[in-house]
Structure formats: structure tokens, C-alpha cells
């Protein structure tokens, strides 16, 4: 693969993975357990969809085939796509939507950091402004998971099982492919696994105050930052999602 | 509006005479445009009336969030998203400032929620309606929003001062989220063939709906007089609408859309569009509980309050743990 197929890649990686939990997180609309939290996940998914069109545009730059964002939104099919798994899950009930989103957050934090010092400009600048939004996602998500995990023993009892749950599909954050070793030999991003131990320091402070224990087993699941093997999920969400477009191209909306 | 037929507590306009002086001084201060502020003293029957109002308002943003989030996940393009998922976040938001507004006349959020969920207090008819087609998502920034504009204007300048910034606050959202519609609108209209049918099939639709946004006409319009009288209403529903619909019509020429309804016609001698009576007998049917909609909006606001349930009462047990901790830590 090219340089540019690498950096290309990883920008995909990025964008969709703001594209399709931004998607998830938007399900919650009007249906969410209070007032103030249809707010607060309408602004997460914003800000998602924000930099789902910074990472998407600078990928269809990179790419130059005179794509759109939109086009690689809309109109790739789920082989094409590069979010990891964790993302693509259905939401569950409130605790496993936040608890996800804590997860994400978590791991973004970290890597915005790393990427602000990116050595390609562009990333640097989309970092630089993500990572402001990152900083409050992580806090608020943070604050709920420790609210419901030290909450009532029922609230613990469904913070837990999520955590149950979520935690295989955390260790695909943390893989590494020849896209990575391109992206930290170039100085664009960290090679993932380099990321971990700060995840972890954030994440244990964060599940211990919230009463939840971490499971033990070492399993993960991958194959969606590759594009190898996606859910089952990922499919009808890309089919709600891509509809319009696919039924009318072509069209200016 | 998105208060509709609101029930005055009281029958008729309490005539001068038989006012306390209590009473006299407040109608003084309501002729005088002097705003009443939640401190101050008021009949109880105003104090209720403008709870029903207000919370009839807020129920009806809220819900508001249902037909719209409908499209949400299927935005045709990332900027759409975009657009759509801010105003819907934005209605929240009012729904928050009309609760807000209320808790200051002594309801709380929660009473108010209870009534909602038990079909005892209403939200406007025109979210009992469906969302069928992208369009639809156009067309309702620029035909609900814009009715609610025509009535909202007119409730900046109503008497209860909450009630009326509040009013003056969501008016600026409210006029942004009709530009964006008809904007949206204007890219069906001159869009393909397919696009511009599903601008006629959505303005076919929400037009009579919109149009009985404003309320039966006033000789059928029972309880306005004394909410007149109060300037808890401002204007009658039959002089609102008829400028709604003043201002709308030269709008659908422009989209180069059909007009919704054969009798819409320019009366130079008014100075106003006619237009044909809508068929009141659906409104009162959307009232009573029998629109489109009113069951999957009932049940899907009811199904989101009661899963939520363990998680209000899971970040409560949280702050109570944490106050006493940091209590015991003093
Ligand atoms: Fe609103
Ligand atoms: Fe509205
Ligand atoms: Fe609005």
C-alpha cells in the first residue's frame, strides 16, 4: 500500500468511527430518560457529525477521486467502512449507550492528545479542535457512568452488565496493522497499542469510582477497523442511514 | 397553537364591578402593560389558566421532538444531519425554558410530565401528524415553525413576564428553524422530479394541519375572552391564522409548488387571502386522542419516561450518596 492509501485508511478510520457512533448516539432523540439528556446526546452527536466532515473531507482530499465527505458517507457500502466494532453495537438501554460513548471518549482523549503534535498539519488542526469536544464528552460520560455503576443496585447491577458486554470490543483500539506502523513511522498518529496504558489508567479511575469491576478475560473482538468482518448491526444501520442517497442519486438535497 | 383551546379556569370575563380590589389593581396593571411577575399577586384562575398554556407549550416541544427525530438517522447528507439534529436539540431546549417558565407559577416539571403521560393535559395537533418524506422535514421548519412564529410574536407581548421572555428567546430559534425549512424546501422544489413530489405530497398534507395550528375559528372559540381580557391570549386565532396564511402563500408561489387548497385566492377588497374552511371535525378528532399519531406519540414519550426510570433514580441515589459522603467528610 502507498503512503497516501495508509494515511487514507486511517482517515477513514477516524471519520467513521465519529459517523457511526454519531448515528447510534442520534437514535436516542426524544426518547431518552429526561429532557436535559436528549440535549446532551443531540450536541454528542453533533459534535461527531462535526468531525465525522472534517476527517471524511480530508480523506476524500487524500483520496482524490473528486469525492464528497457526503459521497464516502453515503455511498460506500459496510466492506469500505473502517469503525471499530464497539461503535456499530445497538445502543441497549441508557447505561450501555453512555458507557460506550465513556469507553470512545476515553480512548479519544488519549489519542487527541497525541494527535494535536500530529506531523501532518491537517490532522493536527482537526485534533486540535476535536480534542476541545473530547475533553467535555469524556467528563459528562465519566460523570454518568460513575452516577448509574454508584447508583441504586439496579443501576449498578445494569452498569455492570453492560460493562460485561462492551468490554471484548474495547481491544480493537488498541490493534495495530501496517496502516498504524505507516501512520507512526511518518509521525501522523501513535501505533495504537502505545495508547493503552494511559486508557487504562483513565478507565480504572473512572470504573472504580463507579463500583464496576473490569472482566477478567482477555478476548476481543476485531475485524471493523479493517474492514475484515463488521457486525451484523452495521448493514441496516448503513441501509437506514444511506437510503435517500441510494434511492435518488445524484440528487442536490 | 402549540397551546391550543386552552380551558379559561373560569367562565366568561369577570366584569369590573364584581372584582376585588385585588382584582381591580391586577387588571390595572394588565391594561397598563405593566408585566406580572411570579411574585406578585394573581387570580388563581390566572395563575392556572397560563400553567395549562405554558405547559401545553412545553409538552408540545417536546413531543415536537418525534415526528422530526423521525428523519434524523436518515438525513440525505451530513449538513442536513446537521441542521436537523440542532433544531430538534433546540426544541428540547424550549421545552426546558416553557417548564421553567411554569415552575415559577408553582408547577413542577414533574406534575406537569405526570398529566402529559396520564392524557390530562394535551400538546398541539399538528404532532399528531406523520413525517413521511424528506420533504416533510422541510416543510415543518417552514410551516410549523412558521405558525408557531405568527403566534409566538404576538405572546412576546403577553402579560406573565416569564412567559413572555421566554417567548422572546425561543422566537429567534424559532425564525432560524423556518429559514432552514423553507431552504430545505426550496432544494426539493427545484430538485429532480422525484424531489419536487415530495414537496407537493408534504405541503399537501401539513397545510390544513398547520393552518389549524391556530385553534378552532373564534365563533367556535369558547374560552378566549377572559385569556383576552388577561393578555394571556393576544390575538384571536381567527386574525392569527389569516396572517399566517397571508405570508405563507406568496411563499409556496415562489417554490413554484400547487397550491395545498383550491380556495386560496388573493380578495383585494380584504386585503387578505381567502381560503376554504378546513375540516374542523379532524381537528377536534386529533384532540380527542384520534389523530394519526397520538398513540405512538403517547406510548413512545411514556416508553421513554418509564425506561428511564431506573436511571433518574440511579444519578439521584448517586447524589445523595456523595452529598453524605462529603457531609460525613467535614
Ligand atoms: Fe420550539
Ligand atoms: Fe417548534
Ligand atoms: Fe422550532
Same mark, same amino acid.
Given at each position: 500500500?502507498?503512503?497516501?492509501?495508509?494515511?487514507?485508511?486511517?482517515?477513514?478510520?477516524?471519520?467513521?468511527?465519529?459517523?457511526?457512533?454519531?448515528?447510534?448516539?442520534?437514535?436516542?432523540?426524544?426518547?431518552?430518560?429526561?429532557?436535559?439528556?436528549?440535549?446532551?446526546?443531540?450536541?454528542?452527536?453533533?459534535?461527531?457529525?462535526?468531525?465525522?466532515?472534517?476527517?471524511?473531507?480530508?480523506?476524500?482530499?487524500?483520496?482524490?477521486?473528486?469525492?464528497?465527505?457526503?459521497?464516502?458517507?453515503?455511498?460506500?457500502?459496510?466492506?469500505?467502512?473502517?469503525?471499530?466494532?464497539?461503535?456499530?453495537?445497538?445502543?441497549?438501554?441508557?447505561?450501555?449507550?453512555?458507557?460506550?460513548?465513556?469507553?470512545?471518549?476515553?480512548?479519544?482523549?488519549?489519542?487527541?492528545?497525541?494527535?494535536?503534535?500530529?506531523?501532518?498539519?491537517?490532522?493536527?488542526?482537526?485534533?486540535?479542535?476535536?480534542?476541545?469536544?473530547?475533553?467535555?464528552?469524556?467528563?459528562?460520560?465519566?460523570?454518568?457512568?460513575?452516577?448509574?455503576?454508584?447508583?441504586?443496585?439496579?443501576?449498578?447491577?445494569?452498569?455492570?452488565?453492560?460493562?460485561?458486554?462492551?468490554?471484548?470490543?474495547?481491544?480493537?483500539?488498541?490493534?495495530?496493522?501496517?496502516?498504524?506502523?505507516?501512520?507512526?513511522?511518518?509521525?501522523?498518529?501513535?501505533?495504537?497499542?502505545?495508547?493503552?496504558?494511559?486508557?487504562?489508567?483513565?478507565?480504572?479511575?473512572?470504573?472504580?469510582?463507579?463500583?464496576?469491576?473490569?472482566?477478567?478475560?482477555?478476548?476481543?473482538?476485531?475485524?471493523?477497523?479493517?474492514?475484515?468482518?463488521?457486525?451484523?448491526?452495521?448493514?441496516?444501520?448503513?441501509?437506514?442511514?444511506?437510503?435517500?442517497?441510494?434511492?435518488?442519486?445524484?440528487?442536490?438535497? | 397553537?402549540?397551546?391550543?383551546?386552552?380551558?379559561?379556569?373560569?367562565?366568561?370575563?369577570?366584569?369590573?364591578?364584581?372584582?376585588?380590589?385585588?382584582?381591580?389593581?391586577?387588571?390595572?396593571?394588565?391594561?397598563?402593560?405593566?408585566?406580572?411577575?411570579?411574585?406578585?399577586?394573581?387570580?388563581?384562575?390566572?395563575?392556572?389558566?397560563?400553567?395549562?398554556?405554558?405547559?401545553?407549550?412545553?409538552?408540545?416541544?417536546?413531543?415536537?421532538?418525534?415526528?422530526?427525530?423521525?428523519?434524523?438517522?436518515?438525513?440525505?447528507?451530513?449538513?442536513?444531519?446537521?441542521?436537523?439534529?440542532?433544531?430538534?436539540?433546540?426544541?428540547?431546549?424550549?421545552?426546558?425554558?416553557?417548564?421553567?417558565?411554569?415552575?415559577?407559577?408553582?408547577?413542577?416539571?414533574?406534575?406537569?410530565?405526570?398529566?402529559?403521560?396520564?392524557?390530562?393535559?394535551?400538546?398541539?395537533?399538528?404532532?399528531?401528524?406523520?413525517?413521511?418524506?424528506?420533504?416533510?422535514?422541510?416543510?415543518?421548519?417552514?410551516?410549523?415553525?412558521?405558525?408557531?412564529?405568527?403566534?409566538?410574536?404576538?405572546?412576546?407581548?403577553?402579560?406573565?413576564?416569564?412567559? =413572555?421572555?421566554? &417567548?422572546?428567546?425561543?422566537?429567534?430559534? %424559532? *425564525?432560524? !428553524?423556518?429559514? /432552514?425549512?423553507?431552504?430545505?424546501?426550496? +432544494?426539493?422544489?427545484?430538485?429532480?422530479?422525484?424531489?419536487?413530489?415530495?414537496?407537493?405530497?408534504?405541503?399537501?398534507?401539513?397545510?390544513?394541519? =398547520?393552518?389549524? &395550528?391556530?385553534?378552532?375559528?373564534?365563533? %367556535? *372559540?369558547? !374560552?378566549?375572552? /377572559?385569556?383576552?381580557?388577561?393578555?394571556? +391570549?393576544?390575538?384571536?386565532?381567527?386574525?392569527?391564522?389569516?396572517?399566517?396564511?397571508?405570508?405563507?402563500?406568496?411563499?409556496?408561489?415562489?417554490?413554484?409548488?400547487?397550491?395545498?387548497?383550491?380556495?386560496?385566492?388573493?380578495?383585494?377588497?380584504?386585503?387578505?387571502?381567502?381560503?376554504?374552511?378546513?375540516?374542523?371535525?379532524?381537528?377536534?378528532?386529533?384532540?380527542?386522542?384520534?389523530?394519526?399519531?397520538?398513540?405512538?406519540?403517547?406510548?413512545?414519550?411514556?416508553?421513554?419516561?418509564?425506561?428511564?426510570?431506573?436511571?433518574?433514580?440511579?444519578?439521584?441515589?448517586?447524589?445523595?450518596?456523595?452529598?453524605?459522603?462529603?457531609?460525613?467528610?467535614?
Amino acid at each position: 500500500m502507498t503512503d497516501q492509501n495508509h494515511l487514507l485508511q486511517f482517515l477513514l478510520r477516524q471519520g467513521d468511527n465519529a459517523l457511526i457512533l454519531s448515528h447510534r448516539v442520534s437514535e436516542w432523540c426524544g426518547h431518552s430518560p429526561i429532557l436535559e439528556e436528549d440535549i446532551a446526546l443531540a450536541n454528542t452527536a453533533l459534535d461527531l457529525i462535526g468531525q465525522t466532515q472534517m476527517w471524511l473531507g480530508y480523506a476524500a482530499e487524500v483520496q482524490a477521486e473528486g469525492k464528497s465527505a457526503d459521497d464516502l458517507a453515503f455511498l460506500r457500502d459496510a466492506w469500505d467502512f473502517r469503525n471499530i466494532l464497539l461503535v456499530e453495537l445497538p445502543n441497549g438501554d441508557f447505561g450501555r449507550t453512555l458507557l460506550r460513548q465513556f469507553l470512545f471518549d476515553a480512548h479519544q482523549s488519549v489519542l487527541m492528545g497525541r494527535l494535536i503534535k500530529s506531523s501532518d498539519d491537517t490532522v493536527a488542526a482537526i485534533a486540535a479542535k476535536a480534542s476541545k469536544e473530547v475533553a467535555y464528552h469524556v467528563e459528562r460520560s465519566a460523570d454518568t457512568v460513575v452516577g448509574l455503576g454508584d447508583g441504586t443496585a439496579e443501576s449498578h447491577e445494569r452498569m455492570q452488565a453492560a460493562l460485561d458486554y462492551l468490554w471484548p470490543y474495547v481491544g480493537e483500539m488498541f490493534t495495530s496493522d501496517d496502516t498504524d506502523t505507516a501512520m507512526a513511522i511518518a509521525g501522523i498518529a501513535p501505533e495504537p497499542s502505545t495508547l493503552r496504558d494511559e486508557f487504562h489508567a483513565l478507565v480504572t479511575r473512572v470504573l472504580t469510582d463507579a463500583t464496576l469491576t473490569i472482566p477478567g478475560g482477555r478476548f476481543s473482538h476485531k475485524g471493523g477497523r479493517t474492514g475484515e468482518m463488521h457486525t451484523e448491526h452495521l448493514g441496516h444501520l448503513l441501509a437506514t442511514m444511506q437510503w435517500l442517497q441510494r434511492a435518488y442519486p445524484g440528487c442536490e438535497w | 397553537m402549540y397551546a391550543q383551546m386552552i380551558k379559561t379556569a373560569n367562565s366568561g370575563v369577570k366584569p369590573r364591578e364584581e372584582m376585588s380590589d385585588q382584582e381591580r389593581a391586577f387588571q390595572d396593571k394588565i391594561d397598563a402593560d405593566i408585566k406580572i411577575e411570579p411574585r406578585d399577586w394573581m387570580p388563581d384562575d390566572y395563575r392556572r389558566t397560563l400553567i395549562r398554556q405554558i405547559g401545553q407549550h412545553a409538552h408540545s416541544e417536546v413531543v415536537g421532538q418525534l415526528p422530526e427525530g423521525n428523519w434524523i438517522t436518515r438525513a440525505p447528507t451530513l449538513e442536513r444531519k446537521m441542521i436537523l439534529l440542532a433544531k430538534v436539540q433546540d426544541e428540547a431546549g424550549h421545552g426546558l425554558y416553557l417548564y421553567s417558565a411554569a415552575e415559577t407559577l408553582g408547577e413542577s416539571r414533574d406534575e406537569l410530565v405526570r398529566l402529559l403521560h396520564e392524557g390530562r393535559m394535551k400538546y398541539s395537533s399538528i404532532f399528531n401528524y406523520p413525517t413521511l418524506n424528506w420533504a416533510d422535514i422541510g416543510a415543518v421548519g417552514w410551516l410549523v415553525d412558521g405558525a408557531a412564529i405568527v403566534n409566538q410574536v404576538a405572546l412576546q407581548r403577553t402579560s406573565y413576564g416569564p412567559y =413572555s421572555r421566554a &417567548m422572546v428567546r425561543i422566537c429567534k430559534e %424559532e *425564525s432560524f !428553524h423556518a429559514r /432552514q425549512g423553507y431552504h430545505a424546501m426550496m +432544494k426539493m422544489a427545484f430538485g429532480s422530479p422525484a424531489q419536487k413530489k415530495m414537496a407537493q405530497d408534504a405541503l399537501n398534507r401539513l397545510w390544513f394541519p =398547520s393552518i389549524m &395550528m391556530f385553534g378552532p375559528s373564534d365563533s %367556535e *372559540s369558547t !374560552h378566549s375572552e /377572559q385569556s383576552m381580557a388577561w393578555k394571556i +391570549k393576544v390575538k384571536s386565532n381567527d386574525e392569527l391564522r389569516q396572517q399566517y396564511i397571508d405570508q405563507t402563500v406568496p411563499q409556496i408561489e415562489y417554490l413554484g409548488l400547487d397550491l395545498p387548497d383550491p380556495g386560496l385566492k388573493w380578495n383585494a377588497e380584504r386585503g387578505h387571502y381567502d381560503f376554504s374552511e378546513p375540516d374542523w371535525s379532524e381537528l377536534f378528532d386529533v384532540i380527542k386522542g384520534n389523530g394519526p399519531c397520538n398513540t405512538d406519540r403517547m406510548n413512545a414519550r411514556v416508553k421513554a419516561w418509564d425506561d428511564g426510570q431506573w436511571v433518574r433514580d440511579g444519578l439521584m441515589a448517586h447524589a445523595r450518596k456523595k452529598a453524605a459522603r462529603q457531609h460525613a467528610a467535614e
